[in-house]
C-alpha cells in the first residue's frame, strides 16, 4: 500500500535477479519481480554450517582418543608399577629376615652391611614403584640433602674411571619435592649418563637457583645424541640400548611434570659432545 516501499522492495529485488518480461499482445508488457524467500537465503549459509560442525566434531573427537590413550597409558604404567612393588615386597621381606639371622651370627661384618644398604635400596625401589598411579606426599623440603645422599650413594657403586662432580650452592635452597620419587629421577639419568660413557668419562650433577626457580642439570661425556633420538628419548617404550625397555626416562618425566609440577628436558646433546640433562622445578 506505500509507493514507496513497494519501490524499494522491487529494486531490491532487481538487484538480486533480472526481473522477468512478459509480452502481451497489446505490446503492454508487464515484469515479474522476484527473489529468494527469507528460508531459502538462510538456507545459502548451511554449507558452511554443515562444514563447521564436521570440523568441530573431527576435533573433539580426535581429544577424546587422545585423552582416553592417555588415560589408559597411565592406567598401565600405574598397574604395572604397583604389581612390580607387590613382586620386589614379596622376596625382599625373606631376606630382611636372613641379614638379620646373619647379623647374629657375626654382628660387623661388612659384607652383612654391605648387603644391608642393598636390600634398603630395594626397600626404596619398592616404595617408589607403590606411589606411582597415586598422589605423592611432597613433605621433603631441603634439596640439597637429597641430592647430596643420592651422589654419595651412587659415587661408591658406579664405575671408578668416572670422574663424578658434585655442585651444590652454599645456601640450602626449599622446595616441596618426595625425596623417593626424586631420587629414582637422579638415579636413572645419572645410570643413563654412565652407559653413555661406557663407564668412563666425566659426570656431572649441578644445583643451583635461577628466576626463581631450582634447576638440577646432570651433566656427561659421552656419546651424546642426535635430534631424532632427543626427540624420542621421553617416550615410552624408546629406547638406544639393546637390553632397554624404555621406561626410565618416561617414568622421570612423569615424576617432574605430573608430581612436582616442573619441567625435565635435554638441554644440550650432540653426538660425541655428551648430554646435558635440566630439572626445573619452582622454588618455594
Known amino acids: 500500500q506505500d509507493p514507496e516501499s513497494l519501490k524499494i522492495l522491487l529494486q531490491k529485488m532487481e538487484s538480486s535477479y533480472k526481473p522477468i518480461e512478459l509480452q502481451m499482445p497489446d505490446g503492454n508488457n508487464q515484469y515479474v519481480y522476484y527473489t529468494n524467500s527469507d528460508l531459502l537465503n538462510n538456507l545459502r549459509y548451511s554449507p558452511y554450517l554443515l562444514g563447521l560442525l564436521i570440523v568441530a566434531y573431527v576435533s573433539f ?8 590413550k592417555k588415560t589408559d597409558e597411565g592406567y598401565v604404567w600405574a598397574g ?36 644391608e644398604n642393598d636390600i634398603n635400596k630395594l626397600k626404596t625401589i619398592s616404595e617408589r614403584f607403590s606411589k606411582i598411579g597415586s598422589v605423592p606426599e611432597l613433605n621433603d623440603l631441603n634439596i640439597n640433602e637429597t641430592i647430596q645422599l643420592n651422589y654419595d650413594y651412587l659415587k661408591s657403586r658406579i664405575s671408578k674411571k668416572v670422574h663424578f662432580m658434585l655442585l651444590l ?26 652407559d653413555a660413557m661406557r663407564g668412563e668419562g666425566r659426570l656431572e650433577i649441578e644445583l ?3 628466576h626463581r626457580n631450582i634447576v638440577i642439570n646432570i651433566k656427561d661425556s659421552g656419546s651424546g645424541m642426535t635430534r631424532a633420538q632427543a626427540r624420542n628419548a621421553f617416550r615410552a617404550g ?47
Not at 573427537?61 to 582416553?68: A, D, E, M, P, Y
Not at 628436558?265 to 635440566?278: C, S
Request: no cysteine; proline share 3%.
Open 208 to 210: 643451583y637457583e635461577k
Open 61 to 68: 573427537s580426535f581429544w577424546f582418543l587422545r585423552t582416553i
Open 80 to 115: 604395572l608399577a604397583k604389581e612390580t612393588a607387590h613382586q620386589i615386597g614379596t622376596p625382599l621381606s625373606s631376606m630382611i629376615g636372613w641379614i638379620e639371622i646373619l647379623r647374629l651370627e657375626n654382628e660387623n661384618s661388612e659384607g652383612v652391611r654391605e648387603i
Open 169 to 194: 650452592p652454599r645456601e640450602q635452597l626449599l622446595v616441596p619435592h618426595n625425596r623417593i620419587l626424586l631420587s629414582w629421577v637422579i638415579e636413572n639419568m645419572v645410570k643413563n649418563a654412565v
Open 238 to 284: 624408546y629406547s638406544t640400548k639393546k637390553r632397554g625397555w624404555g621406561l626410565g626416562l618416561s617414568l622421570a618425566k612423569r615424576v617432574i611434570r605430573e608430581y612436582h609440577k616442573g619441567d625435565i628436558k635435554i638441554a644440550t646433546t650432540a653426538p660425541g659432545q655428551g648430554t646435558t640433562f635440566r630439572i626445573t622445578m619452582r622454588n618455594s
